[in-house]
């Protein structure tokens, strides 16, 4: 058990944690959803991903492989309703003791300001870092509403850190955000349609990134139609099978961290909770 962290649920094959083997992953929960300016219910992301998970077999048929990668559930962090500046610090504490086991962090939300506090963790570690960011919005307000830790600031707050961001499946944005992403030179994007369009293009350049990679993925990337159950739903998203090819091709890079963000649902067999734990599932399956 970690510091900061209580156990209400684990993760499907998940091991027992009481000796932690080096080079594995670690999942915690972030119940934390006091920024959240649509559609609340996040901070009960954890429960219903961890119970959708449940439903998968040990054989992933989609990629043809046992999921045997070693991997613990440490349950989810003590947050603090509404201080997300608080929460993030307690974030950051708790995947810094993570990777002090040599165990890289899974993050399930909550919502996305949680990215803040696990990337400024990783980056301490990792000099040269590229966050992939799979959203439908950019993210990137320097505040909202007054507040500079907020889910519609994680990636500017990330990207204050140095990190390279690449952006996909973004279809929603601030006339602010498309002029500074234009000032800068460290952020690429591939929008909804150069998803839909041109894939291969985007493969490309993920296999050719050549730093570790950390994952961010907000729920609301995947088309509502599959995936409604989230802070901010906006269509003409994601198709599962994109999602999928997306998580195959950056399994075979030195990924240190993955978050699933902004499920936002009370109902046990949620079909956006099936489809985040199914993206974990793929994940863990494919990063062996």
């Not at 119970?51 to 990629?63: L, M």
């Not at 296999?207 to 802070?231: E, H, K, L, Q, R």
Request: glycine share 6%; aromatic share 10%.
């Amino acid at each position: 058990m970690l510091l900061n962290t209580y156990e209400p649920w684990k993760f499907a094959f998940s091991q027992e944690n009481d000796e932690i083997k080096e080079n594995s992953f670690g999942i915690i929960g972030i119940p934390f959803d006091s920024t959240t300016s649509y559609h609340s219910g996040s901070r009960l992301g954890p429960i219903v991903v961890r119970e959708a998970s449940f439903g998968f077999e040990k054989y992933n048929t989609i990629f043809n492989k046992d999921l045997n990668t070693t991997f613990y559930d440490f349950g989810d962090v003590n947050v603090v309703p509404g201080n997300c500046e608080k929460t993030c610090n307690i974030i950051e504490d708790t995947v810094k003791e993570l990777m002090d086991l040599n165990v890289k962090p899974i993050l399930i939300g909550g919502e996305h300001s949680a990215s803040i506090g696990a990337i400024k963790a990783v980056k301490e570690k990792y000099d040269k870092l590229t966050v992939i960011h799979l959203d439908a919005h950019r993210d990137l307000a320097f505040e909202f509403v007054g507040e500079k830790y907020s889910h519609a600031t994680v990636m500017r707050r990330v990207h204050e850190l140095g990190v390279d961001l690449v952006q996909i499946g973004i279809r929603s944005s601030s006339s602010d955000e498309e002029e500074f992403v234009k000032s800068t030179y460290n952020i690429q994007t591939f929008k909804n349609r150069d998803v839909h369009k041109h894939m291969d293009a985007i493969e490309y350049y993920l296999i050719n990134i050549d730093t570790p990679i950390y994952i961010s993925i907000d729920m609301d990337v995947v088309d509502p139609a599959f995936a409604p159950s989230v802070g901010n739903p906006t269509p003409g998203g994601l198709f599962i099978s994109e999602i999928e090819t997306i998580i195959e091709t950056l399994s075979h890079k030195n990924v240190v961290g993955l978050d699933v963000v902004e499920t936002a649902s009370d109902q046990l067999g949620d079909n956006t909770a099936v489809v985040a734990a199914k993206i974990i599932y793929d994940f863990l399956t494919l990063i062996e």
